[in-house]
């Protein structure tokens, strides 16, 4: 935890605020924080800034601070993931919010089991958790929008032509693909299952104007495929 | 398992080989392959090609093989690496090693905690382990070479002038640090702990040639940070 993420809800008074749970246990225990202690703090989806830590119970510590800088800037990238199973999910998630990436759609192919859309990782509040470590992790203070998409077909026919701006991007491990290029414009990459997409899959995402690109001849678990491409595709 | 990778003392004679343990159940209960199923089949340290199960048994599978290819290109990047704890070093192995990474030092820091040395992730079946995963994930055979180093200082000062060929780079998340560079020169990334290098340390990484070049202003776990960089240094 590099950033301590308070809510505008918690705020006591302008400026000061008294978080619990897993923060409160993580100042005292992991990071060895008490009274006195300074430490970042960022408000979710506003300005970081600095703080200290004015009182500290068995429950809950509260927290002065000032917030005097807006958070890092966002990553022009945006994910179509086809869902992992998951533990890489859970793992992914956090990796990508720490990098930036402020849209993330996960979507159902024929390759996903079924299984992994009954999962407790994909509920709001499993999903949310994720992001906030992310958070923490890279001092940010915006989540990113986590969509869920059952159905292929009507997202990528229906919803991605409004969804996706700027360059269109298919992760293959295809020989011929193209080599991703760094850019500051908006990027949206689709990432496919274990086992990769099926025909009818890559028809369709070459109709919505998806040019394959190609992080080379090794196949990478999606987590490590996602950082890279994430880094790989952003400004240089 | 994109690859199933066999070791020339499996040979029973030449193009067939009895592997047993881990990869013959992944082979049958997780990729679900039977007698007549083809696979990829790569050699330890060797090439890579096709093969046919031949035969089962409760145990084993015997697979007769063709190797026709050179494994993919290493990547020109080398790791220092401060040691992370256990479960993000099994993580980081696997993925450095599915990245193509062939030379990785884990090296003691001021911040690293000692208890991590005594991990068993550390033992040489445990991290054998996870270069193989790495491997057999990314369709390589030939294993990184990894060594461990307890003390800092004389690996910095006498061992480190004849390892690392190339440009020199210390990952940090300094403001005023360079962006990394793609090149296909040999290079080596120093990657510090949670925490970051202490200032004793930082200079000696400044006196043994270490560049500092940033990622931007987003602090990444290790993994992440690690997956990043060799991404962003290694060829375009």
Excluded: C
Aim: charged residues 25%; neutral net charge.
């Amino acid at each position: 935890m590099n950033l301590l993420l308070v809510e505008p809800s918690e705020r006591e008074e302008p400026g000061l605020a008294r978080v619990d749970g897993r923060r409160a246990r993580h100042l005292r225990r992991v990071l060895g924080k008490g009274v006195g202690d300074s430490l970042r703090v960022g408000e979710l989806d506003g300005e970081v800034g600095e703080g200290t830590i004015e009182h500290m119970d068995a429950d809950a510590a509260w927290i002065r601070y000032v917030l005097h800088e807006p958070p890092p800037p966002p990553s022009p990238v945006s994910l179509v993931l086809a869902l992992p199973r998951p533990p890489m999910l859970r793992r992914t998630l956090q990796a990508v919010t720490s990098l930036g990436v402020k849209r993330i759609v996960l979507l159902h192919a024929a390759r996903v089991e079924k299984s992994f859309w009954t999962s407790h990782s994909l509920t709001p509040e499993a999903i949310d958790e994720q992001l906030r470590l992310g958070l923490e992790q890279a001092r940010d203070t915006v989540r990113p929008r986590v969509e869920l998409r059952r159905r292929f077909r009507p997202f990528v026919e229906d919803e991605l032509p409004g969804w996706a701006t700027g360059r269109r991007v298919l992760a293959e491990p295809e020989p011929g693909a193209a080599a991703p290029r760094a850019s500051e414009e908006p990027t949206t990459v689709a990432i496919g299952p274990e086992g990769g997409w099926v025909p009818f899959e890559l028809e369709q995402w070459r109709a919505a104007g998806f040019g394959p690109v190609s992080l080379g001849p090794r196949i990478l678990r999606v987590e490590t495929a996602v950082v890279a491409l994430v880094t790989r595709l952003g400004p240089a």
